[in-house]
């Protein structure tokens, strides 16, 4: 997969891309988070989804491994703060998946905090 396009959709490598993030490395800015919780549902990547969600409303768990929902694509729409200096962000964006044999597309509207230790988490949607 490092070889390959990062399933985000930023035309970037994965290697140079959201595989920093999932290695440890923490996101600068709130979409570069969001893009990175997408590509980890597309590669079912439980741990890291649970890490970069905040405390207060994350699940126990999300059971990923018998999930057949099949990624198909993520749009940014816009981003409002969530930048280096701010604590607090959010990012509209449309992610397009296949469930069985009907495609369906999640519009949300996704909210970030930074937390004191200064990393970038997913609060809620809506």
């Known amino acids: 997969m490092s070889a390959g396009p990062c399933p985000c959709g930023s035309g970037k490598k994965y ?3 959201c595989g920093p993030l999932h290695a440890g490395k923490d ?3 709130c979409e570069q988070l969001m893009r990175s919780r997408y590509s980890a549902y597309v590669l079912r990547l439980e741990t890291y989804l649970l890490h970069t969600w905040h405390p207060y409303s994350r ?3 999300l059971n990923l491994r ?3 929902t099949r ?3 993520l749009k940014i729409h816009s ?3 969530g930048g280096p200096g701010d604590g607090v962000g959010w990012v509209t964006f449309s992610a397009h998946y296949r469930l069985g044999e009907e495609v369906h597309t ?3 509207r996704s909210e970030f905090v930074r937390m004191p230790d200064e990393r970038w988490v997913y609060l809620n949607g809506e």
């Open 71 to 73: 990624w198909l694509g």
């Open 59 to 61: 699940p126990d768990s």
């Open 66 to 68: 018998g999930d057949q």
């Open 27 to 29: 996101a600068r800015t």
């Open 106 to 108: 999640l519009v949300e």
């Open 15 to 17: 290697a140079v891309c």
């Open 79 to 81: 981003r409002e703060d």
